[in-house]
């Protein structure tokens, strides 16, 4: 024990991690008078928005939905200045939000959370941080994010590059200009296609590593003129409750005729619509039956597909490496990322893409990367976009334990559930968000989907406050049901035939399961609100 460890913290209620469910989280638990503190890994608020800022990191939501909705007038007095705002300025936002409530000052930062353990016989947690500190708590809250989780040592030889090695999850914020370098990018992701698109203009060289093609769908991003943000701050209202009645979290939802009942001219001018709207739309808001229908899944691929084939000027070996094929995956069933200008970068003299499938890297040497043809490939720079352990990745590096000393890593081991996402049986007062098996794991727009969980979690500790109660835990049978339920949805999609982080494919042995409530945004909204109104059926409230 160090001498930080003498001194114990007493908490009523504890917050891991200051992104935007975090910060949410702690803002609502201290409105309601209890004694709270959060804890953060960064050395500032943000979460995703902190650890990412890797060049071109943006959201895929528009600014007048990737909000807060507990306070209207940060909502109007906060002006976006563009429809989808890159990195420094949502981490500015979150500190805005920040300051405005006066956060920062019940949040410790620097601080890792190592492990977490109940005690059956005073009914509270005890948790230590990455310096021995103790924290003693009724109520914890794990606000750890879905994709917080970075994949770190993928390649073997790793340590042995003699350039750069950046993580795009941990992007350093003294990073070194990549400009005239030569750069190697691994993954072709959201995250890749972002960084890969950015850099293309200002480095020397670059090879894309590329493994799974992706559907690219052009973003449109006009910039916000103080008129553009009138015109969401009259919608405020009518905003709100759209993106909390949604399909995702989104303002847009499937609205169209069934696909079986238009014609081929009317399909084609509803896609062609979403794909003029430059936003998830065309896949969050066309015809759902892409998620079902393997024979419409790959009408609206092959639409996809021939845009792509357009921009790539029918280049067969960039059409063949780039663009995916119907025995690959559908489109939709697999993120949707949007990009600019990230297929054209392709075209580019400076840029030779990789393809991975058929020369898979073999390892790291002190060069650059060796491919399994024996060509070592030479760099000064290397940038892993290598994806993350998603949903249950981060809530498993922290040493969780339960009743009768269960361990929350060991059960997700073998297999990944949880009720709603919001608790797992056998852990009392432990409260999660992004959390696998609810849409904030993936399937959502994740302002909205965050801040439903946190006033879920924090009208459900009222609840059992006000009734005099100390402990709430769900039963196994209610989170029996609800994976039954989870499950159910989710095998009548394409979505879990399709390899990707969404089913934890990505992670060496994880459990596959798919990790993102599929049923909707709503359909999970309305389920919940059930559960509370009903006074919480299910769950031991002592
Ligand atoms: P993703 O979507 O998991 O992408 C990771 C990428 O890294 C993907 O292209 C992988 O190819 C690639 N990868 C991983 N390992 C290898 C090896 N060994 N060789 C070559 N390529 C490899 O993560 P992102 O960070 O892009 O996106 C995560 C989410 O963050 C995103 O969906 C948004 O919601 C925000 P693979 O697909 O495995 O063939």
């Known amino acids: 024990m ?17 992104g935007v469910a975090g910060m949410y989280q702690l803002y609502n638990l201290r409105k309601m008078g209890l004694k709270v503190r959060a804890y953060e890994t960064a050395t500032g608020v943000g979460g995703t928005w902190y650890w990412n800022r890797y060049p071109g990191a943006r959201f895929d939501s528009q ?31 979150l500190n805005y939000v920040a300051d405005r409530h006066e956060l920062k000052k019940d949040i410790q930062f620097s601080t890792r959370i190592k492990s977490a353990h109940y005690d059956e016989e005073t009914n509270r947690w005890n948790v230590v941080t990455d310096s021995g500190e103790l924290i003693n708590t009724q109520f914890l809250l794990a606000c750890c994010g879905m994709l917080s989780a970075p994949i770190e040592n993928r390649f073997k030889g790793q340590e042995t590059f003699q350039g750069e090695t950046y993580l795009t999850g941990k992007w350093p914020k003294d990073a070194k200009s990549l400009t005239g370098k030569r750069v190697a990018v691994i993954g072709t992701g959201a995250t890749g296609i972002q960084v890969i698109q950015t850099i293309a203009p200002e480095v020397s060289s670059m090879k894309v590593f590329c493994r799974t093609p992706q559907y690219a769908i052009p973003m449109k991003n006009p910039k916000y003129s103080e008129q553009d943000w009138t015109y969401w701050c009259d919608r405020y209202d009518e905003t709100k409750d759209k993106v909390m009645n949604s399909f995702a979290g989104f303002d847009y939802d499937f609205t169209a005729k069934p696909w079986h009942e238009s014609t081929e001219e009317e399909r084609l001018a509803v896609l062609e619509e979403h794909w003029e709207e430059g936003s998830l739309s065309l896949w969050l808001a066309s015809y759902s039956e892409i998620f079902f229908d393997e024979d419409i899944a790959e009408e609206v691929s092959e639409f996809v597909r021939n845009k792509m084939r357009q921009r790539l000027g029918n280049d067969k070996k960039l059409c063949n490496l780039l663009i995916p094929t119907k025995d690959d995956y559908t489109f939709g069933t697999h993120r949707v990322p949007l990009e600019s200008n990230y297929l054209e970068v392709y075209l580019q003299d400076n ?39 998603a949903g249950s990745g981060a809530l498993s590096r922290i040493d969780f334990r339960g009743r009768d000393n269960r361990s929350l890593k060991d059960q997700w081991q073998q297999e990944i559930t949880t009720a709603m996402g919001l608790q797992v ?15 904030s794991a993936a399937l959502c727009n994740m302002t909205t989907c965050l801040q439903y969980q946190v006033d879920w979690i924090t009208n459900c500790i009222d609840f059992a406050l006000k009734n005099g109660k100390k402990t709430i835990e769900v039963s196994k049978e209610v989170e ?37 409530y599929i049923g909707g945004v709503n359909d999970y909204h309305k389920r919940c609100d059930e559960v509370a109104e009903k006074g919480y059926p299910g769950f031991k409230i002592d």
């Open 425 to 439: 049986h056998g852990y009392p007062n432990l409260f999660t968000t992004g959390a696998p098996l609810a849409p």
């Open 480 to 516: 029996n049901a609800w994976v039954e339920h989870h499950d159910e949805v989710a095998s009548k999609t394409l979505v879990v035939k399709t390899d990707s982080w969404y089913m934890g494919s990505n992670v060496e042995g994880k459990p596959r399961r798919l990790l993102s």
């Open 351 to 389: 840029v030779e893409p990789v393809d991975c499938r058929t020369t898979p890297i073999q390892e790291f040497v002190p060069e650059g990367i060796k491919t399994e043809d024996g060509t070592i490939h030479e760099f000064d720079v290397i940038i892993l976009a290598t994806g993350f352990d």
């Open 2 to 18: 160090n001498a930080a460890a003498d001194k114990v913290t007493v908490l009523d209620a504890m917050v891991i991690g200051a």
């Open 63 to 93: 600014a007048e939905i990737y909000q807060y909705w507990f306070d209207e007038e940060m909502y109007k007095s906060w002006k976006p200045s563009e429809r989808f705002p890159a990195q420094p300025e949502t981490e500015e936002w």
